[in-house]
């Protein structure tokens, strides 16, 4: 059997439906546009995957830089239904004007990226870290330019294939941002929403962008960074950045200025750089996500007792063997991260969009 949760389907549906589809592999689910609400696939393979990455998270710095790949895989393959049902297909945060809903500011902040890029028509433009392609989809509709999206997940890329079936100017790689199958020189633009932050190594992996772009081609982004108020020397600081890792399947954190000097020392013409979670309204902080004020049906599953709600309620199906064993795990790491999300935000110590703009200059 499947668990399905779902804010827009009676009781009855849901059941109907976990019965109808218990026999189809994950894979098939997560293809059909109609069930993004699929949390599980009953497995077996579940808990081990859970405590691998768990191990990988556990290990030294140098495993976790070796072996990202497995790390990244193991975890995406734990939560990206976790993520679409309570997030919605733009996996990222954005920054808030009052009175602004959450799925307006995600849409704004993916508009602000693709205007600082200079997108034209017939650009060809690379989506590095692409997700299910919930951003792409909405980018590749405002700008008439062809769009590739980039993706190390395998079934994300499945998945990002079905949501962008109607839009015809976009295609997908499955593929290493650290090691991208194009020829040089062969992009017009590209950019990264929040997903650089699990590159293992910076620079090695904005040299490999560098590469891929024509001369004069402009690279933006999103990066999730320690600022400078982060003091490693402080236990709660450092007890932020290691649970916020757990939770998204990071090697490290990089600071701003990492950021910036790494992109400076692949080649790139710095343009732009700055923390734009400043620019939220200061009674909407890009973290009011997960806090739960004034939660609208939609946005329960984000807040506080929507994801108490969903822990229970694994605890309760993991018991009588309805989801897989580990599935209340992965529930637990999510909200330890989400707490330490919030957390990162209300001391300043942490953001998830550190904005850059850079360039590859004329001559190279």
């Known amino acids: 059997y499947y668990l399905l949760l779902s804010l827009s389907s009676s009781s009855s549906e849901v059941l109907q439906e976990a019965h109808n589809q218990n026999n189809f592999e994950f894979s098939k689910m997560a293809a059909n546009p109609h069930n993004s609400r699929v949390i599980f696939a009953r497995s077996d393979e579940t808990k081990t995957v859970v405590e691998e990455y768990i191990?990988?998270?556990?290990?030294?710095?140098?495993?976790r830089q070796v072996g990202y790949k497995s790390m990244i895989c193991n975890f995406y393959d734990l939560v990206t239904n976790f993520y679409e049902f309570a997030w919605g297909q733009s996996f990222h945060f954005a920054p808030r004007n009052k009175g602004e809903s959450f799925k307006d500011s995600l849409l704004r902040h993916q508009r602000f990226l693709g205007d600082h890029l200079s997108l034209k028509p017939g650009f060809r433009v690379i989506d590095l870290g692409c997700g299910v392609g919930g951003p792409l989809r909405n980018i590749a509709r405002w700008y008439e330019s062809d769009f590739v999206g980039l993706n190390l997940h395998s079934k994300q890329i499945e998945r990002a294939k079905v949501i962008n079936k109607t839009n015809k100017n976009t295609s997908f790689i499955t593929a290493d941002f650290m090691n991208v199958p194009e020829e040089d020189e062969s992009f017009d633009a590209a950019y990264s929403i929040e997903a650089m932050c699990h590159a293992p190594d910076k620079i090695a992996a904005f040299r490999e962008v560098w590469r891929i772009l024509k001369p004069g081609s402009f690279f933006g982004g999103y990066d999730w960074c320690i600022n400078e108020n982060f003091d490693p020397a402080n236990e709660e600081h450092m007890q932020i950045k290691k649970n916020i890792m757990l939770g998204n399947a990071l090697p490290d954190i990089a600071s701003t200025t990492e950021v910036s000097n790494a992109l400076k020392e692949a080649?790139?013409?710095?343009?732009?750089?700055?923390?734009?979670?400043?620019?939220?309204?200061?009674n909407f902080p890009w973290s009011r996500a997960?806090?739960?004020?004034?939660?609208?049906?939609?946005?329960?599953?984000?807040?506080p007792i929507g994801r108490a709600l969903t822990n229970a309620f694994l605890r309760v199906t993991e018991r009588i063997g309805m989801v897989p064993k580990g599935?209340?795990?992965?529930s637990n790491f999510l909200n330890t991260t989400a707490d330490a999300l919030v957390r990162g935000g209300e001391t300043d110590v942490f953001t998830p969009m550190f904005f850059f703009l850079a360039?590859?200059?004329?001559s190279t």
């Open 359 to 362: 360039r590859k200059p004329e």
């Open 267 to 282: 080649g790139f013409e710095l343009i732009k750089a700055e923390d734009v979670a400043y620019n939220s309204h200061p």
């Open 55 to 63: 191990d990988f998270q556990e290990g030294s710095l140098e495993d």
């Open 290 to 303: 997960l806090q739960g004020a004034r939660p609208t049906l939609g946005s329960l599953p984000r807040t």
């Open 327 to 330: 599935a209340r795990n992965v």
